[in-house]
């Protein structure tokens, strides 16, 4: 390894010492820009869903809750989470990578003006209630097909930006033989190659059988096929973003709390393993279909299942990491070491509440999927509780830690000790309001109450179902919610123009003193990505050949909204 | 990333007793114990639903 | 590979643990016959009406204690809407969409199924206890998703 060190470049140098030159910074402002603005739309709305479903607010008939919500779901999970990740990992390919290469900027801003053009394709049928589909935008519902060709312009940015990184990382590869890409870098092509794989699906979906149906040019669509793509794609995407998140787990938050990153293989280990065995979770989505054998289900539960054992490892290396390093600043006891965590800094604080969200939201995930248990709570509040935990808390409250140290870092201002505190009252008021919120919706949805539903009684079982005082917690949940989010878009766009002047460190954590080499088979993402897709096609090939030889006849457009 | 092994020769000798070896792991069999009761509390009350509604 | 002792044991409990869940439910869908809803009839869509079972949408009593309840989804109703049963009957529906994706659920029941047009999907249920069941769509199928409901009695 001493040979690699008089390697770098010194370019590499450059950019560690200098911080990120501006044109590097200027991408990543844009997508985090995006994001933030995103979580306030979306947070807006979300607090007028959860005002309706607490029944004390009417939406008038120019904005119906189904619209509202489709717009919900878009902005949080696909525009701010997409658009996060894309201003971080950018960000952190150019720290560790030395600088993006001229024409990765360029393949990062045409993609960025893809992805903006595309957004405002779907937001205009949105707005005028042409598109009420939801995010899943299951056929035979049917949209504007406006709204599909801003999908396809969506996901041809994703391409772009992902051959950017591509780009940028073949390019170190070529320059540094034999080295292990910096462990940033290597989260950063585990999440492209799976924006593509989890990205091809849907685009077959919308190119080949949503487009030329809505267009009129086939009049039937095959139902279940198109559902089985999209799942391909929506588990695979959720997925990304929380890999996303735990990639600052293990590179960004060691450092934080003053500590070493936990050892390099067995990171690498998580990483690979997620990107191979990701996109076939889809098919838990789908446990209550009809039209899949129950043998087939139940291979997909074994498939699914298996996506927790990456988790289950990163469980112990956080906890492990969290007190190696408490114990070494002197804690002491079985859990009192725990004192020494610095908890007045947001940028532990937030990830590390989002870490402990994980452990329900985790839980859940498992039980939920196992086979016939999905009968007790698809498609109920119990769901929608579910993703408010790892996507509300565990992705967006490791974002929200991130963005208090990658913004100055970006903008070259620092974070001061009255911002930090702001960040502090952001987490707790946030972490508050998503307690009560996702508890709230879990117990409600084994109550039977269900999800995508704007207000409603069922005549009186509501009320004898006991549904009511969880609606109104949501509501309160929410309200909290949008103070929060408030409070965050705000920290973001202080940090970025206003903040004092200075430099911010990228906080990357270095290996433990003395730490074995990493085996080089790491870095063979070629054998990766076709592992992968042996995975996919294992799980895939057969159902899918089987819903097209024995599908029925196609379904006709419709749109009852 | 082998900085620090340059840099710090004699925190090596040292972390490689204390960290390896020393640093006990009792809080993480704690925190991952809570983990996995989480998991199995979780089942049980799925599981229990389902079998109840059956 | 550098794993340490404790960490294997740990991955083989909790992951073991979960693979013991994932055993049992298999257990119980194969041997006992309680797995998730997957009935693999298809139907055309557009001609329901037309077809049996479809063309007579409703309630039969099959055994003791049995019923078969043949129902259609639409929006936003159920054919048949409300349901008679005395306590103790099995009731199995056979259902199918007639225009987008529905989901049947009974709250309070295991039952919870994905309803597509162009499937028929199957799924069994008895009723013990006397009562009012809330049925209700709970997947979103339009403006009126929120009305779509209607209930069994269990007398």
Redesign the interface.
Known sequence: ??P??KTTSIKQKTTQVLGISLEDARISKSYLSVAFIALLLGGLLGLLQGLNRAGVLQLPPWL?Y?QVLTAHGILLVVVLSAFFTIGYFYAGLSHTLGGLLPKVRKMAWIGFWMKIFGFVLVVIPILRNEA?V?YTF?P??AASPMFYFGLVFIVLGVWMLSFGAFTQVANWRRNHKGEHL?ILAFFATGVFVLLVGATAFVAVEVIFMIIPWTLGWVDGI???LA?TLFWAFGHTAVNIWYLTAVSAWYVVVPKIIGG?RW????TR?VVIPLVIMNITGGFHH?????????SI??MH??MS?AI??PS??T??AM??V???T???KGGKG??G??KKMPWGDVRFLAPFIAMVAF??A???G???S???????????MWVVGHFHLTLGMSVVMTFFGISYWLVPYLSKRVLTPAMNRLGVIQTVIWTIGMVIMAISMHIVG???S???????T??D?AEK?GWNPYMALVGIGATLLLLAVILQVYAVFNLMFFAPKGTTEFPIA?????A?KTPYWTERWGIWVVLMLLVVSMAYVLPIVDMIL???????P?K?? | ?????VK?HE??QE??V??SVQ??????W???G??GA??L???F???G??MA?I | ???HLD?KI??FL??GM??G??IF??Y??VALG???????E?????NVDQTAPFDKPGIKQIGENEYEVVMTLQ?FSFTPMEIEVPAGSTVHFTLTSK???H?F?V??T????????????KISQKFEEPGEY?V????????G???M?T?IIVK
């Open positions: 390894m001493q690699a060190l119906n189904y009420s939801m299951y035979p519902m910096p095959n139902v279940l559902r070493t050892n390099d293989l067995l280990m789908q446990i209550i279909d009809p039209g899949i054998s129950e289900k139940y539960v074994f299942l927790g054992f289950l490892m469980a112990y906890f492990r969290f007190e190696r408490a114990r070494a079985l859990v070491w725990y452990i329900p985790g839980a859940g498992i039980v939920q196992t086979n016939q248990l999905d009968q007790v709570v698809h498609n109920t084994l109550f039977g269900p999800r995508r539903t704007s207000f409603t069922y005549g079982f179902l270095e290996e433990e003193a003395g074995e024995n599908a029925p006849p196609g379904s006709p419709f009852t909204w | 990333m082998k900085v620090s092994e710090n925190d090596v972390e490689k204390t960290v640093t006990s792991k009792i809080g993480t704690i925190s991952v809570v983990v989480v998991i509390a979780t089942y009350v799925l599981f639903l389902y509604r | 590979m550098k794993m960490e740990w991955l909790s992951f979960i693979m869940f994932m439910t298999g119980q869908a309680m797995g998730p809803p997957s009935h693999k298809t139907i055309d869509p557009r929006v225009d987008v994706v989901g659920q709250a309070n295991n039952i919870n199924a994905m309803v597509m047009p162009g499937h028929i999907q809330l209700l769509c709970n997947e979103y199928c339009g403006a998703h929120q009305a409901s209930k």
